[in-house]
């Protein structure tokens, strides 16, 4: 499965993003699907999961009621919406699949990420 993000960009404090994730080479309703963020010098961090169905979802306590992630099967394809950003959101954001979970917030449970989209909140 190859997994391309995009939507980045450069937003103003309390702006909106939506991401885009695209499956290829495989049914992306096959997999778990999360997104990740690294700022500069800090270590990757969970963001976001949406289970294989869309009945489930994760969200890091830093964006619970501000992003919402979902998915669209018949595109193959997975949103995540950022609402009343903040310049701590500002990072390169990665989309992730998984074959199987136990621990959706943990990166080392996915198989295949995407390439990351830089989003920059500017204050």
């Known amino acids: 499965v190859q997994l391309q993000a995009s939507g980045g960009g450069l937003v103003q404090a309390g702006g909106s993003l939506r991401l885009s994730c695209a499956a290829s080479?495989?049914?992306?309703?096959?997999?778990?699907t999360g997104w990740f963020r690294q700022a500069p010098g800090k270590e990757r961090e969970f963001v976001a999961s949406?289970?294989?169905?869309?009945?489930?979802?994760n969200y890091a306590d830093s964006v619970k009621g501000r992003f919402t992630i979902s998915r669209d099967s018949a595109k193959n394809t997975v949103y995540l919406q950022m609402n009343s950003l903040k310049p701590e959101d500002t990072a390169v954001y990665y989309c992730?699949?998984?074959?199987?979970?136990?621990?959706?917030?943990?990166?080392?449970?996915?198989?295949?990420w995407g390439q990351g989209t830089l989003v920059t909140v500017s204050s």
């Open positions: 080479g495989g049914t992306f309703g096959n997999y778990g």
């Open positions: 949406v289970s294989w169905k869309g009945s489930s979802t």
């Open positions: 992730a699949a998984a074959a199987m979970w136990s621990h959706p917030a943990f990166a080392s449970e996915y198989d295949y």
